[in-house]
């Protein structure tokens, strides 16, 4: 459900409201039968993690990962927020809306530009109200950074900003993986 709010909230409002819990990393174990004793056993499954939210020690898990993806969770969201707004010119977040879908295996912030960003030369793409950051702790889509002039709501509203932004050459998509640096 949402939450209408007379001003635009804090970084910290705006998390407490829309994503107050982390994703986190637990091992993976599933159970099989033990050849000696025919006996179920738990064993770890190498190289894959379980996602899972750090507020609901019994809520269904978001997803398996490999090992070797990267989370990018809430707390980077707000950090990527900020560091766009800075690159924008005003340093000021306007989070215009953010939550998330099925459970938190998707999660979007919507922030909202001062001015609206023009973009010339293309046709349907002169101005854009706001920039979308998505992601999916389930492992279904990428990081994503979006503008766009859909106002993300909902799973609906979700896609046709995927869509909105893809159409017009303003989404820029962040795989999950590690990289490996070497000197």
Same mark, same amino acid.
């Given at each position: 459900l949402g939450k209408v709010l007379n001003e635009y909230?804090?970084?910290?409002?705006?998390?407490?409201?829309?994503?107050?819990?982390?994703?986190?990393?637990?091992?993976?174990?599933?159970?099989?039968?033990?050849?000696?004793? !025919?006996?179920?056993?738990?064993?770890?499954?190498?190289?894959?993690? @379980?996602?899972?939210?750090? /507020?609901?020690?019994? =809520?269904p898990p978001l997803g398996v990962k490999p090992e070797t993806r990267s989370l990018v969770t809430n707390e980077e969201m707000f950090d990527i927020a900020e560091a766009l707004m800075k690159g924008e010119g005003s340093g000021k977040v306007l989070y215009e809306t953010g939550g998330s879908l099925k459970g938190g295996r998707k999660v979007w912030l919507l922030l909202r530009f001062e001015e609206p960003f023009?973009?010339? !030369?293309?046709?349907?793409?002169?101005?854009?109200?706001?920039?979308? @950051?998505?992601?999916?702790? /389930?492992?279904?889509? =990428?990081?994503?950074?979006?503008?766009?002039?859909?106002?993300i709501v909902c799973d609906n509203t979700s896609h046709m900003a995927d869509m909105d932004?893809?159409?017009?050459?303003?989404?820029?998509?962040?795989?999950?993986?590690?990289?490996?640096?070497?000197?």
């Open positions: 909230p804090t970084r910290e409002e705006a998390k407490q409201i829309a994503l107050p819990w982390e994703p986190t990393i637990e091992p993976l174990y599933r159970v099989i039968a033990d050849p000696e004793t !025919g006996k179920n056993k738990a064993v770890r499954v190498p190289e894959f993690d @379980l996602v899972v939210r750090d /507020d609901d020690p019994v =809520a023009r973009i010339g !030369g293309r046709s349907g793409t002169e101005t854009i109200a706001y920039y979308g @950051l998505q992601n999916a702790h /389930d492992g279904s889509g =990428a990081f994503r950074g979006q503008g766009t002039n859909v106002c932004a893809t159409a017009k050459g303003t989404e820029f998509v962040f795989r999950h993986t590690c990289l490996l640096y070497t000197s």
